[in-house]
């Protein structure tokens, strides 16, 4: 009786975005009489940061300061349609919108910055840090404060902006399954190490590598946020969780977190992450979307580990020790290919 | 503990450097999340961290069986207890039949709220109990009486779509959605795979099961509704997406959506499995039939049994290799488990579709693929939707091909990988790829010696070209053709709903035509108008609020 | 239903509210006492995320009767670095130790009660202290990161 280990890989894309598109979503920013700007969607925060990304997006955009901008979102009276958080959209669909809305009221921020300094709106650029100055000669400026003050109390203009992404709903063939399915990919690739108890059939994650290709990371920490939660997921998806344990069959069944089984803190594999960036040319700042695909390759990396280590091929997820055990019994014990 | 000195977390600048610019204020930093205080002051503010004076709560009774007729509903002794104010069954529900799709034209509708003459799952909701406490709607729902005729089931994707299996669906007579009013499966055909397998040095064969797999968000699933000024109605809601459930709400309670003030957008976590819109229209109902603030919210049981999970998968797929590693071939034949009713699976196996065959280059693929009814849990939406399951098939699979070669599993994925420029099954170019560097990043760091042709290798070359071809012949059928639905882009019956005008003029995408290069699809955001991106005729429908528009 | 008067502190404040026959702590303090920090997750004892402090020892509150606190000191992270951030509400922050923020609140009860009675704690006794408390989004390396930061002096208050 002994422990095995042995190494997984897998390597997988994503398609970012709702498939064959149809799916709107809408923005809408305007300044405050303080020259912050609020943005209003009916975009969700489930946790993804939803709120964070569009509001860097927004700030990027009107070239002010990320603590300039405040996200409002969802309430169905103030903020305008959107599809939903699904299917990776979030940061892809609504962070173009955003940059649309961004950049008419950028426009016209502008416009009453250049009526205040009596220069051609197009001379103008931000600072970032609040200035709005004449390009080449940062002594002639103004405030985004006091911009938007003139506009708003002298000048009687609405700094804001309408933003709007959609990608036409397109067609299947039905004969070829033709279609254009998405815009952009994400991509990633793991391997990963466990332990495998030919004893008790006990499966360890014990190391996880990965690299993940994420378009731009909008928030290097928001993206290691997913990654990390994400690959734990699929490491949970792989070993411990379902909720019929012998599907087809619907005994057994958990309602609990007693039975409902996933890696707790003590159950984790260090997870050396790599990302690598290669923008998309129609998402936000070249922005795809990591929340979804990041669980996908552990699952197939874990159970390539596992045949690697015991030699059992375990074709049917979670893979439990029963599993596993019933594949050593079959074929006369652990038989290791170390092929990794 | 790992072993290793290396980082938790890199970026390797380094590729694609040319393709971006790095120098932005505000994009690539690492701002604290927007939400960050709320979060550690337990201040954030979840749907169920609004207070209402006279708040009710709602629970559901549930069928104990797989499948059963309803003979009858007895709710008397319920109504007459303490705290009961009110019990709502399925003819209390204005519109009690829906498929959550129908928002984007997909399907027919086929799911009650609250189920009047059968049920097709355990846990299928057919009573509503409301009272002034959790504790009092739990009793009553105990005491609710319902006289089951129990019928057969069917549990197993396969079992299900045998002929004489149990019927789940009458809309769906043989267990499987109707893609296109033309097939009982979504196909996907590129080249002639059974050709190819004949030349093939090696062909592999495997058969995989996908798990049904809870969202298990640390927030159960809810709303609470309650009566507002001038005939509205404010609802905070878990949902992920805030318009697809007013939408819902607005067609299943027939009220317009301007009488729906729906609130939410701070969520205990997600992962998919707050799209269904179960509880919004029933929470609304009941605050429309009992003038108070309502709360439907599932407790941890339901949430885990009731709530739809991520579906079961069953895949087999069959490669044709040659012995130096090069995939020719590639079939799939993958049965989703939809459970009892639609929802979203019929779509997210469209979605899977135009993955495969994953993320490479293999001159023949075939997919058949079907959305199967069983008598179990409706599935939904999670994480990976549509993508997970089949994903894991080929990755497993890949390890097969692997061994039966006898190359290093990292090649393998290497030697096949697209890249930019080449063509996908679904006939369009790929672009924008990374997969090559993402597998030598990883064999770097974990020490798998590469071979030099291997390590030179690059997503931004040696694509396109030979591999930007179609196939010069693609072996196509009429297998699982069926009748009465009408050949518009989604399965609709015949007489009962005509197609938006216009749909049935559209020719399916143009097969023929010189593939598009996918570079100029979608135009970027600086030069979308709205007027640039008029949809095609119908699309009023694409819109989640298009239900209630059109009438 | 009978109603019962109980009389407890809440954090730094003294309160008195009606208690129902039966009602558990979490119902109690969100509904009766205004707190809404501690958040229902499972009802079942299982998910910690009504985790709260009563004299100084972490509890579920789901779990507890609400008329057991009579008399007693309950903390929740409402009451959590009221003037100025505390070190793990800033650790958590600094860390990216939320998502979905849902399990956060009594992610921290339970730190705290750690740290209240072991400044110095070991990995395996962060590990151990939040064993009890569920997170699906972040796969928990980041929490355990930030209570080692306050743990090892990086992060103060």
Same mark, same amino acid.
């Given at each position: 009786m002994a422990l095995h280990r042995g190494r997984g890989f897998a390597a997988i894309n994503y398609p970012i975005g709702m498939n064959l598109g149809g799916d709107p979503s809408q923005a809408l920013i305007h300044s405050n009489p303080d020259g912050k700007f609020t943005v209003a969607l009916s975009a969700i925060d489930l946790g993804q940061g939803m709120k964070s990304v569009t509001r860097q997006i927004a700030a990027e955009t009107l070239g002010v300061p990320v603590e300039d901008v405040y996200v409002d979102t969802a309430d169905s009276d103030t903020g305008p349609h959107d599809m939903g958080s699904f299917a990776s959209r979030g940061t892809h669909r609504m962070g173009n919108a955003v940059i649309m809305a961004a950049r008419e009221a950028r426009a016209v921020m502008l416009e009453a910055a250049a009526e205040e300094l009596e220069v051609d709106a197009s001379d103008l650029v931000t600072d970032g840090r609040g200035n709005i100055h004449v390009r080449g000669a940062p002594g002639r400026s103004i405030t985004t404060l006091a911009a938007a003050q003139a506009a708003q109390f002298k000048q009687g203009r609405t700094i804001a902006g309408r933003g709007i992404f959609l990608i036409p709903l397109s067609d299947v063939d039905p004969d070829t399954g033709e279609m254009t399915p998405v815009s952009t990919f994400a991509h990633a690739a793991m391997l990963v190490e466990v332990e495998v108890d030919d004893e008790t059939g006990e499966v360890t994650v014990t190391d996880m590598k990965s690299a993940y290709e994420v378009g731009r990371a909008l928030n290097p920490r928001l993206v290691e946020q997913?990654?990390?939660?994400?690959?734990?997921?699929?490491?949970?998806?792989?070993?411990?969780?379902?909720?019929?344990?012998?599907?087809?069959?619907?005994?057994?069944?958990?309602?609990?977190?007693?039975?409902?089984?996933?890696?707790?803190?003590?159950?984790?594999?260090?997870?050396?992450?790599?990302?690598?960036e290669r923008p998309a040319e129609d998402g936000p700042y070249g922005g795809k979307g990591p929340g979804e695909m990041c669980a996908n390759p552990v699952l197939p990396a874990v159970v390539n580990a596992i045949y690697d280590a015991v030699g059992v091929r375990i074709d049917e997820l979670p893979a439990t020790p029963e599993k596993i055990l019933r594949g050593l019994k079959a074929q006369g014990g652990a038989k290791p290919k170390k092929r990794l | 503990m790992s072993g290793t000195d290396q980082?938790?977390?890199?970026?390797?600048?380094?590729?694609?450097?040319?393709?971006?610019?790095?120098?932005?204020?505000?994009?690539?930093?690492?701002?604290?999340?927007?939400?960050?205080?709320?979060?550690?002051?337990?201040?954030?503010?979840?749907?169920?961290?609004?207070?209402?004076?006279?708040?009710?709560?709602?629970?559901?009774?549930?069928?104990?069986?797989?499948?059963?007729?309803? %003979?009858?509903? =007895?709710?008397? $002794? +319920?109504? *007459?207890?303490?705290?009961? /104010?009110?019990?709502?069954?399925?003819?209390?529900? @204005?519109?009690?039949?829906?498929?959550?799709?129908?928002?984007?034209?997909?399907?027919?509708?086929?799911?009650?709220?609250?189920?009047?003459?059968?049920?097709?799952?355990?846990?299928?909701?057919?009573?509503?109990?409301?009272?002034?406490?959790?504790?009092?709607?739990?009793?009553?729902?105990?005491?609710?009486?319902?006289?089951?005729?129990?019928?057969?089931?069917?549990?197993?994707?396969?079992?299900?779509?045998?002929?004489?299996?149990?019927?789940?669906?009458?809309?769906?007579?043989?267990?499987?959605?109707?893609?296109?009013?033309?097939?009982?499966?979504?196909?996907? %055909?590129?080249? =002639?795979?059974? $050709? +190819?397998? *004949?030349?093939?040095?090696? /062909?592999?064969?495997?058969?995989?099961?996908?798990? @049904?797999?809870?969202?298990?968000?640390?927030?159960?699933?809810?709303?609470?509704?309650?009566?507002?000024?001038?005939?509205?109605?404010?609802?905070?809601?878990?949902?992920?997406?805030?318009?697809?459930?007013?939408?819902?709400?607005?067609?299943?309670?027939?009220?317009?959506?301007?009488?729906?003030?729906?609130?939410?957008?701070?969520?205990?976590?997600?992962?998919?499995?707050?799209?269904?819109?179960?509880?919004?229209?029933?929470?609304?109902?009941?605050?429309?039939?009992?003038?108070?603030?309502?709360?439907?919210?599932?407790?941890?049981?339901?949430?885990?049994?009731?709530?739809?999970?991520?579906?079961?998968?069953?895949?087999?797929?069959?490669?044709? /290799?040659?012995?130096?590693?090069?995939?020719?071939?590639?079939?799939?034949?993958?049965?989703?488990?939809?459970?009892?009713?639609?929802?979203?699976?019929?779509?997210?196996?469209?979605?899977?579709?135009?993955?495969?065959?994953?993320?490479?280059?293999?001159?023949?693929?075939?997919?058949?693929?079907?959305?199967?009814?069983?008598?179990?849990?409706?599935?939904?939406?999670?994480?990976?939707?549509?993508?997970?399951?089949?994903?894991?098939?080929?990755?497993?699979?890949?390890?097969?091909?692997?061994?039966?070669?006898?190359?290093?599993?990292?090649?393998?994925?290497?030697?096949?990988?697209?890249?930019?420029?080449?063509?996908?099954?679904?006939?369009?170019?790929?672009?924008?790829?990374?997969?090559?560097?993402?597998?030598?990043?990883?064999?770097?760091?974990?020490?798998?010696?590469?071979?030099?042709?291997?390590?030179?290798?690059?997503?931004?070359?040696?694509?396109?070209?030979?591999?930007?071809?179609?196939?010069?012949?693609?072996?196509?059928?009429?297998?699982?053709?069926?009748?009465?639905?009408?050949?518009?882009?989604?399965?609709?019956?015949?007489?009962?709903?005509?197609?938006?005008?216009?749909?049935?003029?559209?020719?399916?995408?143009?097969?023929?035509?010189?593939p598009r290069p996918a570079a100029a699809q979608p135009p970027p955001p600086s030069t979308h108008t709205p007027a640039a991106t008029a949809p095609r005729a119908g699309s009023m429908r694409f819109s989640s609020l298009s239900g209630f528009r059109k009438r | 239903m009978a109603m019962k008067p109980v009389t407890f502190t809440l954090n730094t404040e003294a309160k008195a509210a009606f208690t129902e026959d039966g009602q558990n702590l979490l119902d109690f303090l969100r509904r009766g006492a205004g707190d809404l920090s501690p958040k229902y997750g499972c009802g079942q004892g299982t998910c910690g995320a009504c985790t709260v402090l009563v004299d100084g020892e972490p509890h579920l509150s789901c779990l507890v009767l609400a008329e057991t606190v009579q008399g007693r000191r309950v903390e929740t992270t409402a009451g959590l670095g009221q003037a100025r951030p505390h070190a793990l509400q800033e650790a958590f922050m600094e860390r990216f130790a939320a998502q979905c923020g849902y399990c956060t609140p009594g992610m921290l009860m339970s730190a705290k009660a750690l740290l209240d009675r072991n400044p110095r704690p070991s990995r395996e006794e962060v590990i151990e202290a939040i064993a009890g408390n569920l997170c699906r989004c972040t796969g928990y390396e980041p929490i355990i990161a930030a209570i080692l930061d306050v743990a090892e002096g990086r992060i103060r208050a």
């Open positions: 997913q990654l990390r939660g994400g690959a734990w997921m699929g490491m949970s998806h792989a070993a411990w969780e379902t909720t019929e344990p012998y599907y087809p069959q619907r005994d057994h069944g958990p309602v609990d977190f007693n039975t409902y089984l996933m890696p707790g803190p003590g159950d984790l594999a260090p997870h050396h992450i790599s990302i690598l | 980082p938790m977390i890199d970026f390797r600048k380094q590729f694609f450097a040319n393709e971006r610019d790095d120098n932005l204020n505000e994009i690539g930093k690492p701002t604290r999340r927007q939400d960050i205080t709320g979060h550690v002051t337990g201040r954030s503010p979840f749907y169920d961290d609004h207070l209402f004076e006279g708040l009710l709560h709602m629970r559901c009774a549930r069928s104990p069986h797989h499948a059963a007729r309803i %003979r009858r509903i =007895d709710a008397s $002794a +319920a109504e *007459r207890m303490p705290g009961v /104010v009110r019990v709502l069954v399925g003819r209390d529900v @204005p519109r009690n039949l829906n498929t959550l799709l129908s928002l984007l034209d997909f399907g027919i509708d086929d799911e009650p709220l609250l189920s009047t003459d059968r049920v097709r799952y355990r846990g299928e909701p057919v009573a509503a109990v409301i009272a002034t406490s959790d504790a009092r709607a739990r009793d009553a729902v105990a005491a609710i009486r319902v006289d089951w005729e129990p019928l057969p089931h069917v549990l197993d994707v396969e079992e299900a779509v045998k002929p004489g299996a149990p019927v789940v669906l009458d809309v769906y007579p043989t267990n499987k959605f109707v893609y296109h009013g033309k097939y009982d499966h979504q196909k996907l %055909r590129f080249g =002639d795979v059974e $050709a +190819a397998f *004949r030349q093939a040095d090696i /062909v592999v064969e495997g058969r995989y099961q996908m798990s @049904p797999i809870e969202q298990a968000p640390m927030e159960t699933c809810g709303a609470i509704a309650a009566p507002e000024q001038n005939g509205r109605f404010v609802c905070h809601t878990s949902t992920q997406a805030l318009f697809f459930s007013l939408a819902t709400a607005s067609k299943t309670l027939e009220m317009p959506s301007s009488r729906l003030h729906f609130i939410g957008g701070t969520v205990g976590g997600g992962f998919g499995g707050k799209v269904d819109s179960i509880h919004e229209p029933l929470a609304v109902l009941g605050a429309m039939l009992t003038g108070r603030p309502v709360k439907f919210m599932w407790d941890r049981e339901e949430e885990m049994q009731v709530g739809a999970p991520r579906g079961a998968e069953r895949w087999y797929l069959k490669d044709g /290799v040659m012995r130096d590693g090069r995939i020719v071939a590639r079939r799939f034949t993958g049965y989703f488990d939809s459970g009892a009713y639609t929802r979203l699976s019929s779509y997210a196996i469209i979605k899977g579709v135009g993955h495969l065959p994953g993320p490479y280059t293999i001159p023949n693929v075939s997919a058949d693929v079907y959305c199967v009814y069983t008598n179990r849990t409706p599935a939904t939406a999670m994480r990976g939707f549509g993508i997970t399951g089949v994903d894991f098939a080929i990755e497993a699979h890949m390890d097969k091909v692997a061994e039966a070669v006898g190359m290093n599993p990292v090649e393998l994925r290497i030697l096949n990988a697209y890249r930019d420029g080449d063509m996908k099954a679904h006939r369009r170019l790929a672009k924008n790829c990374a997969l090559i560097e993402c597998c030598q990043v990883v064999a770097e760091k974990a020490g798998v010696k590469l071979s030099p042709a291997m390590l030179a290798a690059a997503s931004t070359r040696d694509g396109g070209g030979e591999r930007a071809r179609l196939p010069s012949h693609t072996a196509t059928d009429e297998n699982g053709r069926v009748q009465g639905y009408q050949a518009s882009s989604y399965a609709k019956k015949g007489a009962k709903q005509p197609p938006p005008p216009g749909a049935l003029a559209l020719p399916p995408a143009a097969r023929t035509e010189a | -």
